[in-house]
């Protein structure tokens, strides 16, 4: 007997990807855990003719020779372990697009960067015949890339993502359906546990990154948390999100991580937790503990967390060009021009006293006096930033003050700059090598 299965709380990509595998093992039973995501149970409800699965506890008493493992490679996020490996020895084949390496040892592996893992699959469907789906098949499929890809937007979106949509629209997927399946409405209950977020987060500065921790009681079964959290992330604006959702009557937390781009790695923060993810979103599920030991746990792996992004110490330039308050303007233009940039910061004692920009020395030139003192029209109010801070910090404090540079300070003492062209050369990947 040969089995396809994925992860608990299985979303669109997870389900795509099981009956994608399944073109390529036609022979292999579909099986999916009791835990689903809500959109996805709807779908199943409605497709279920079209999608037929099997449940662990409805499998035949047969030995198990291959098993298909789709969109994860480990064992924790795996329902029926016992059931799949326990009666024999099968072929373990694991087709996934974590980055994060799980503990599955296969006996064939597929793990290459994409945003989806359906699109890795049908990427071997492709290999060996050309794509023939049916309208359900091409819009189920593309569902899977869409939610996981953020509809083609989130950092781990690859170029093989959106050629595989392209193919999928080709084979006359339904986006009219795709936006109803992945738009969900929110429920009362979803609607009531996001006010409760909103009031009750907890807020603060770790590892340069402004974070919110969420703790809340939950009763029972509550589908739809990882919807919620989405939202919470979009509304409160920090660089990470969580929400910790504990289950007093099952003691056990459920976890549920967002990042924005260039931030931290949600994905490693969940494995650590005994869950996983990808770099900006995951989830664990956490047995005998309490929401306060967890948050304590999730900050501390914060403080140890791996960085998306480079720091500014990687990216300013050094040493750097200053004037003197007393330097006249004429001389302190002259030196601009020598060295070709816009603004220079004004240093006294050692300390950074003013910022000079190419915006003074046009004021000066209109009133006539380049031979008066750069302390007579540098800005005194000095937007600074630390060797630390993200490029995205850094742009935030430039869109917010119209600057166009940032001396970056350490202890007091200049350091380096980072300007307006620094970070655009980040973000379009045009630093040099």
Not at 419 to 425: I, V
Request: with cysteine.
């Amino acid at each position: 007997m040969e089995i396809i299965t994925t992860h608990k709380n299985t979303d669109f990509d997870g389900l795509a990807s099981v009956f994608a595998a399944r073109i390529l093992f036609p022979e292999a039973l579909p099986v999916l855990p009791e835990s689903l995501n809500s959109d996805v149970r709807r779908f199943l409800s409605i497709h279920k003719d079209h999608f037929p699965f099997y449940r662990v506890k409805d499998l035949p008493p047969e030995e198990v020779t291959r098993l298909v493992i789709v969109d994860t490679a480990s064992w924790a996020r795996i329902e029926g372990k016992d059931r799949f490996i326990g009666r024999g020895n099968p072929e373990i084949v694991v087709i996934d697009h974590h980055p994060v390496q799980g503990d599955i040892r296969s006996n064939r592996l597929i793990c290459r960067p994409a945003g989806a893992a359906v699109s890795l699959v049908l990427e071997e469907i492709l290999k060996q015949r050309p794509a023939q789906l049916s309208v359900i098949q091409a819009t189920l499929f593309i569902s899977g890339i869409y939610e996981d890809t953020g509809n083609l937007t989130f950092p781990s979106t690859s170029a093989h993502d959106a050629r595989t949509a392209a193919m999928l629209l080709d084979q006359g997927a339904d986006l009219n359906l795709v936006r109803d399946l992945l738009r969900s409405p929110y429920n009362p209950a979803q609607k009531e546990i996001l006010s409760a977020m909103l009031q009750n987060e907890h807020r603060f500065s770790e590892n340069g990154f402004e974070v919110s921790i969420c703790r809340l009681s939950v009763e029972g079964h509550t589908p739809g948390l990882s919807m919620v959290v989405d939202l919470y992330h979009e509304v409160n604006g920090a660089d990470a999100t969580f929400g910790i959702f504990e289950e007093l009557r099952k003691e056990q937390c459920i976890i549920i991580g967002r990042s924005s781009p260039n931030t931290l790695d949600i994905g490693a923060i969940m494995q650590k937790m005994g869950g996983g993810g990808h770099p900006h979103a995951g989830s664990a599920l956490v047995k005998s503990a309490d929401g306060e030991s967890v948050e304590r746990r999730i900050s501390r792996l914060i403080g140890e967390g791996k960085r998306l992004s480079v720091q500014i110490s990687d990216l300013m330039s050094f040493p750097v060009t200053t004037v003197a308050p007393a330097t006249s303007m004429r001389e302190a233009a002259l030196l601009l021009r020598e060295k070709g940039c816009t603004g220079l910061p004004v240093e006294e004692n050692g300390k950074v006293v003013g910022i000079i920009s190419r915006r003074d020395f046009q004021k000066a030139r209109k009133a006539k006096q380049l031979k008066s003192p750069v302390a007579a029209f540098m800005s005194s109010k000095v937007i600074h930033i630390g060797p630390d801070w993200t490029v995205s910090q850094a742009v935030r404090l430039l869109v917010k003050h119209d600057i166009g540079r940032l001396p970056v300070i350490r202890n007091d003492r200049l350091i380096g700059i980072i300007t307006r062209s620094d970070a655009m050369r980040y973000y379009y990947d045009l630093m040099p090598e």
